[in-house]
């Protein structure tokens, strides 16, 4: 066995003896995700090899399934335990079980165990997660990586199911961005020396931030877009100077470790705690806070993660905060790849726009030569959709139709002018407070709402109030745990039970309207009376705040399907309404929309929505109330060629959609185009989809329905 493995006897003896424990014993993750015991004091020596564990079997299992302590007083009579009779630890009642961890990956298991039934108290758990750390070395010197790493001579074309953070296309050699090695230093006795390192890599680490948020700003995102950058960055250098976790490495570094392996431990927790939280937007400020660990790591004089990549490479990493890719950009890279992140992630946000990866690994001939096609017809496309830009919105037939854009953060405002969008038709304001990890007060509201209508001029921009809740909480604000967050206490109904967060939000939108036009939305209504009731909280600010704002629409979100069955009394009190189709297919088809294996099962272009959409557009011509589609739907130029074909003409969408969007719809003869849909429905004959002869129809009339 490899170096570290002989001591382990040793290890195991000292840290039971350390512990006041009958028992300590380690297990170390094998290939097929199993726990071997690889040593014990306590337990029989010869289930040493034998003993075995699923990952997620027993309360070892669990522990390293879970990547957080067991701290148990009655092991065995928990629902996990699994007995192994080899073992002989029947007589053992507590059991404190903490993951083995390096760079987020579990290597294995360290557990003590007592006979009396107790708990294990904080400073006792802190001393196995030390000893954990120390240990992570050992396991990962002796092999116990996981086996599914790839051997550096292979050779076969592999293909890894992927998300698009960033739409693109790029090929070019791979560079793995590692973790930074682990410090060599782990103990250290000098405590006030190491608190001063600490400090003083603290204050560098905080200038080169600055000074690289300065001189990295992407370029070409001037006015609007570095507003935003800055968002993200002024959210980040919070972040950096938070005192909750620069006070935990201080306590680690008190507890004896030197300055380099606090940070480490700090960081090593980060990122466990991002293993459980599943809101996108908390995991974010968690991985800034890992990103940061990484760069205090390096003032430290640690050494860092790989820094060096060809032009044209595409970076693969485990994750990337937004300093990193700050970092990167310039450097000539072509994409990247992310292992863990969203396209709500902060990489992803600012890497919009500075480039963009699929996943082929080490493709065939053919396969490249097919992606080398793709790579120069979308270059050609792309040049093509630039001349699109300043092409009205029309129809063949000379219909006129207004595509407005979907933002949430002031860095996407400089698509309005790329992309020439008629306005804002959804504004998601929780989006930058999510961001930021706090609800702005109302000045600072005020002044990012500002900057949007600066943007935006003339064109209108429709303000979503806030729609937190569901899987969008902010740190501090925890809800009660629901068993269904999309459908419980969330967004409006948030809003009209702590009016004062509601009437804040629409001040600030006053104010920040100064006198000019302004439109406020309402999302997740689900009754005339909720709308009324958001209303009257508007009216007594409009009250209030001076000057007021030159012309005032308000309008709702149809997304609850209730509001169909009031259209008649709902018409009479809005003076718009947008369909989110995100919302108002989950809640139509019964479907949740962020469960992947129900993703596409449910489709827009079904009898039962289509003729949803055909009703409210005819009623709202009819009540002379303006309508428009907000969801992502509308960004799919068959959808969006059949809304228009229903009879809703203004579309809002993320701005990749703008121009493959437009070009169908210029190439399209709207008038032939309603009375083959009217047909289609009409012989719909129970189908789940109308996809099919929508799309066919298209493809006959050479429309353009797969640009993008
Ligand atoms: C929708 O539900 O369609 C919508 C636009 O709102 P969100 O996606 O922000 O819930
Ligand atoms: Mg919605």
Redesign the pocket.
């Known amino acids: 066995m490899a170096r570290g493995a002989g001591s382990l006897p040793e290890l195991v003896r000292l840290v039971a003896g350390e512990l006041v424990s009958e028992v300590c014993s380690v297990y170390a993750l094998k290939p097929g995700d199993i726990l071997e015991l690889l040593a014990t004091e306590g337990l029989r020596q010869d289930a040493i090899g034998r003993t075995r564990l699923r990952v997620g079997e027993g309360i070892i299992g669990m522990a390293a399934a879970t990547g957080a302590p067991l701290n148990l007083p009655d092991a065995q009579n928990h629902p996990a335990f699994a007995y192994r009779p080899e073992t002989g630890e029947e007589p053992f009642a507590s059991m404190l079980a903490v993951p083995v961890r390096r760079a987020g990956r579990t290597l294995g298991v360290i557990a003590v165990q007592n006979r009396n039934p107790r708990r294990f108290d904080p400073g006792e758990v802190e001393e196995l997660e030390t000893v954990a750390m120390l240990l992570a070395e050992v396991l990962s010197a002796a092999g116990a990586q996981d086996s599914t790493a790839e051997g550096l001579g292979a050779t076969v074309p592999r293909r890894f199911p992927a998300t698009v953070l960033v739409p693109g296309l790029a090929m070019g050699p791979v560079v793995v961005l590692g973790a930074a090695p682990p410090p060599g230093r782990l103990l250290a006795d000098n405590t006030g020396e190491e608190l001063l390192r600490l400090d003083r890599a603290v204050a560098a680490m905080q200038q080169g931030i600055d000074a690289l948020i300065e001189a990295g700003l992407p370029q070409e995102a001037t006015g609007a877009a570095s507003a935003a950058s800055r968002e993200i960055l002024d959210a980040y250098r919070l972040v950096a100077a938070d005192a909750g976790w620069l006070r935990r490495v201080g306590d680690a570094i008190r507890g004896g470790l030197s300055a380099e392996a606090a940070v480490h431990r700090v960081s090593g927790d980060v990122r466990d705690r991002m293993r459980r939280i599943t809101d996108p937007y908390l995991r974010e400020r968690l991985a800034d806070l890992e990103d940061l660990a990484g760069r205090l790591l390096t003032t430290l004089g640690g050494p860092g993660a790989v820094k060096v990549a060809p032009p044209g490479a595409i970076l693969l990493a485990r994750r990337l905060g937004p300093a990193e890719v700050l970092d990167w950009h310039g450097r000539g890279i072509a994409g990247f790849v992310v292992e863990e992140g969203s396209a709500s992630s902060h990489a992803a946000i600012l890497a919009r726009g500075l480039a963009g990866c699929q996943v082929i690994l080490r493709p065939e001939q053919d396969v490249r030569r097919v992606y080398q096609r793709a790579v120069e017809a979308r270059a050609a496309r792309q040049a093509g959709f630039a001349a699109l830009r300043d092409l009205p919105a029309e129809t063949r037939d000379g219909t006129k139709v207004s595509l407005m854009l979907?933002i949430g953060l002031a860095l996407e405002l400089v698509q309005l002018d790329a992309t020439a969008a008629a306005g804002i038709g959804?504004f998601?304001t929780?989006i930058a407070m999510l961001a930021r990890g706090a609800i702005a007060d109302v000045p600072e509201q005020a002044a990012g709402y500002a900057r949007v209508l600066d943007a935006a001029g003339d064109r209108p921009v429709l303000f979503?109030t806030l729609?937190l809740g569901g899987d969008k909480l902010l740190p501090g604000n925890e809800l009660p745990p629901e068993e269904n967050p999309a459908m419980g206490w969330r967004s409006l109904r948030i809003g009209l039970d702590r009016p004062a967060l509601l009437r804040r939000q629409l001040r600030a939108l006053l104010l920040a309207a100064g006198g000019r036009n302004l439109s406020v939305m309402f999302?997740m209504v689900a009754t005339v009376a909720e709308f009324r009731a958001a209303r009257a909280l508007l009216d007594a600010e409009v009250a209030k705040v001076r000057p007021a704002p030159g012309e005032l629409r308000v309008g709702t979100?149809l997304?609850v399907p209730a509001l169909m069955f009031q259209l008649p009394e709902l018409l009479k009190v809005v003076d718009f309404v947008?369909?989110?189709?995100?919302?108002?297919?989950?809640f139509l088809f019964a479907a949740d929309?962020s469960t992947p294996s129900l993703a596409g099962r449910y489709d827009l272009l079904s009898p039962p929505m289509l003729d949803l959409l055909a009703t409210l557009a005819e009623q709202c011509r009819a009540a002379g109330v303006a309508l428009s589609v907000?969801?992502?739907?509308a960004a799919r130029p068959v959808e969006a060629m059949t809304l228009v074909g229903l009879g809703i003409e203004t579309l809002?969408m993320p701005a990749s959609g703008i121009f493959p969007v437009k070009a169908l719809l210029r190439s399209l003869d709207l008038p032939e185009f309603r009375r083959v849909l009217a047909a289609i429905r009409r012989t719909a004959g129970g189908a789940a989809s109308l996809r099919e002869p929508i799309v066919s129809w298209a493809r006959e009339h050479g429309l353009e329905i797969d640009r993008g």
């Open positions: 979907n959804l998601r929780e979503r729609d999302p979100m997304e947008s369909v989110g189709t995100n919302d108002l297919m989950q929309r907000c969801g992502e739907a809002s």
